[in-house]
């Protein structure tokens, strides 16, 4: 049995990578973490549990990544194989009103991570092979070159939330060059889905349409976002967990990935195509008013991920199409809050 010890495992892609895992490797049992915080709906978090808590291969701990003795206990009673770090305060909008949660789950509890791998490998025992931890698109700021590589210098971040998730990428070649811990960041490109997050745009402007309110479009529409479906993230992710990097010219086992879907669209396409999808799943019967606004702080014109590197290593890109990943969405939307 391959003991995976997975992060944020109540969160929206926590969750989906694990009942992925449940499904389809027989050999693997996952000790999954969450500290279940109120940063969206409680109910959400726990309705994507209780999908997982009937395997006998999964077990959940509430718990918080920041607090190491809880993160130590975990690594010495279960000695994890993989380590997949996805626990998280996300967003960019709630970092320039609540810095404190961004240290202390992204810089603290990242770095309680780094220190378990580490002495995972204490009195000769074997250890952690893989740490597989996610990055953001966030981090290439208002870089003017597309598509985004990540070959390009990130060193201008725009939020706070940026900088953390850089952090973790700077901290984490640092381990793997001093304790030879295999690490592998992955740089997520908005993802969206069925059981999404509630804080971002497609789930905000759906609650929104359906009480017949105005939606704000920022930049007046002028943005566009690589919009990644779930199901794409969570196989290149265990494409990713599957294989350690390969040494660097410096002897570092270490790698960061974009996982984007390749395929920029437009603010306002998307808001179209995601009203089309809800009328047709019956959530909403007609469009809505728009208020046209300008860019927000923190926030970057354009995200497009060059997936180059993925493809050469794991002949691999996420394919799935806006109207199809936005179709299930409205399906899953409908159906969770019983509209049909
Ligand atoms: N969804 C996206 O579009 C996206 C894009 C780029 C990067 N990411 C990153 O991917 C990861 C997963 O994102 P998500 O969309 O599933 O977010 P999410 O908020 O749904 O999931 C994160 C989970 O981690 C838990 N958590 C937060 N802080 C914790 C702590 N200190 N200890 C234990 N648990 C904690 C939360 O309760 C939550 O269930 C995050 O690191 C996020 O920054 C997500």
Redesign the pocket.
């Known amino acids: 049995m391959l003991r995976v010890f997975i992060?944020?495992v109540?969160?929206?892609?926590?969750s989906n990578l694990t009942k992925r895992l449940l499904e389809t490797e027989s050999d693997i049992q996952i000790i999954g973490?969450?500290?279940?915080?109120d940063?969206y709906n409680v109910e959400l978090?726990e309705y994507r549990l209780k999908q997982l808590i009937g395997s006998e291969r999964f077990l959940f701990i509430k718990?918080?990544?920041?607090d190491k003795i809880c993160v130590e206990n975990i690594f010495s009673k279960y000695h994890p194989d993989i380590v997949v770090n996805?626990?998280?305060?996300?967003g960019v909008r709630y970092s320039i009103t609540n810095p404190d949660s961004y240290i202390?789950?992204n810089i603290i509890?990242f770095f309680n991570i780094l220190e378990c791998c580490r002495h995972s490998y204490d009195d000769g025992n074997v250890g952690v092979r893989h740490l597989v931890y996610?990055s953001?698109?966030s981090v290439y700021g208002s870089n003017d070159k597309v598509p985004y590589s990540t070959e390009d210098k990130v060193d201008n971040p725009v939020s706070l939330y940026a900088a953390t998730k850089k952090s973790n990428e700077l901290m984490a070649h640092a381990y793997s060059k001093l304790y030879g811990i295999p690490s592998t960041g992955l740089r997520?490109f908005?993802?969206y889905g069925p059981a999404g997050?509630p804080d971002?745009a497609y789930f905000g402007f759906t609650n929104k349409l359906i009480k017949g309110q105005k939606i704000q479009i920022y930049n007046y529409g002028d943005m566009y976002r690589d919009f990644t479906y779930i199901d794409d993230i969570v196989t290149g992710i265990i494409h990713v967990m599957k294989k350690t990097p390969q040494e660097t010219s410096d002897g570092v086992k270490y790698k960061v990935y974009n996982i984007g879907n390749n395929h920029p669209e437009s603010l306002l396409c998307f808001v179209e195509t995601l009203e089309r999808c809800l009328i047709k799943a019956g959530v909403i019967d007609k469009a809505a008013d728009k208020e046209f606004l300008p860019m927000q702080p923190g926030d970057v014109y354009q995200t497009y991920a060059d997936v180059q590197d993925l493809i050469r290593d794991f002949g691999f890109k996420p394919k799935t199409s806006l109207e199809e990943g936005l179709t299930k969405f409205a399906e899953w939307y409908a159906e969770y809050y019983g509209i049909k």
């Open positions: 992060t944020g109540a969160g929206f892609i926590g973490l969450d500290n279940m915080n940063y978090k718990g918080n990544i920041a996805l626990a998280a305060q996300a202390e789950s509890g996610a953001s698109s997520f908005t993802v997050r971002m």
